[in-house]
């Protein structure tokens, strides 16, 4: 109910693999990531009741509805992922 409670995860996070990226992008989110480059794990927290969530769930259910839509939306995820490649 309190997202930054998550925040005091961040060390067990570190320590078993995944990478901290805060809110990346979207206010009250905290995304956690493992994998590298070739990530694996992607969570995402929000506090409960925040409006992110309903968006997230309505993609994740089409795509998976829908599997030639989510090969042509991880095609462009993965052709824009190399045109706009940086670092942190």
């Given at each position: 109910k309190d997202i930054y409670r998550i925040d005091s995860y961040n060390?067990?996070?570190d320590r078993v693999g995944y990478d901290i990226a805060g809110e990346w992008g979207i206010e009250g989110r905290r995304l956690?990531?493992?994998g590298g480059v070739n990530r694996s794990h992607h969570i995402h927290v929000y506090q409960y009741g925040n409006p992110q969530i309903d968006r997230h769930l309505i993609l994740r259910d089409y795509l998976l509805q829908h599997s030639s839509e989510a090969a042509q939306y991880s095609a462009f995820k993965e052709k824009i992922a190399k045109r706009y490649t940086y670092t942190l």
């Open positions: 060390t067990y996070m956690f990531r493992k």
